[in-house]
C-alpha cells in the first residue's frame, strides 16, 4: 500500500463535504479507504465486515465532516479514529453477544483466549512506553513504519529498530 499523498488536504476535501460537495468524499475514500479498510480488518479480522465498518466510517465522516475541528487533531487522524471506533464498538458488540447450545444455555467463555489476552497486555506493559506505542501504531492502528516515524517525529530507523526489538521481546515474554 503506497504512503499518502504529502500534497493531498484532507482539511479542505473534510471542509468541502461540510459543504455537501459528493466529490470530496470520493477523493478522501480514494486517498484512504484502502488504510482504513487495512485498520478495520487488523481489528475484526473479516473483509466483509471491515468493508462494512469503512462504508460505515464514510458515511459518519460525511455527516460529521462540518463537526471536524482542526484545532484538536489532523483531519487524517480524526478519519482513522472514525473507522477504529466504529470497529472497535463492533468488536464489544460482538462480545455481548453470547452463542447458546440447544439448550439454549449460555456458551461458556473461551478461557483460554481470555488467559492469553491477559498475557499480551501483560507483555506489552513490559515494553518502554514509546516501544509500545510503535506496536500499537503498527498493529492496531495499520499504520506504516514512515507514518509512525513522522507521527512521533523520530527517525524512520529508530521506529524500525523499535518495532523489531519489540516484536522479538513480545515474542519472548509469550513463549
Known sequence: MPLSDPTFD????????????????????VQEGPRLLGVAKRLVHDTALAED????????????????????????????????????????????????????????????????????HRCLEQLEPQRRTCILHAYVDGYSHAQISARLDTPLGTVKAWIKRSLNALRECMG
Open 53 to 120: 465498518i469503512v462504508h460505515e466510517a464514510f458515511i459518519k465522516i460525511w455527516k460529521g465532516a462540518a463537526g471536524f475541528d482542526p484545532a484538536r487533531g489532523s483531519a487524517r487522524g480524526w478519519m482513522f479514529t472514525v473507522t477504529r471506533h466504529l470497529a472497535l464498538n463492533v468488536l464489544r458488540n460482538q462480545s455481548r453477544e453470547l452463542p447458546f447450545n440447544e439448550e439454549h444455555e449460555a456458551a461458556a467463555p473461551d478461557e483460554a483466549f481470555d488467559a492469553h489476552s491477559a498475557r499480551i
Open 10 to 29: 484532507y482539511e479542505a476535501r473534510l471542509a468541502a463535504c461540510a459543504r455537501g460537495e459528493q466529490a470530496a468524499l470520493r477523493d478522501l475514500y
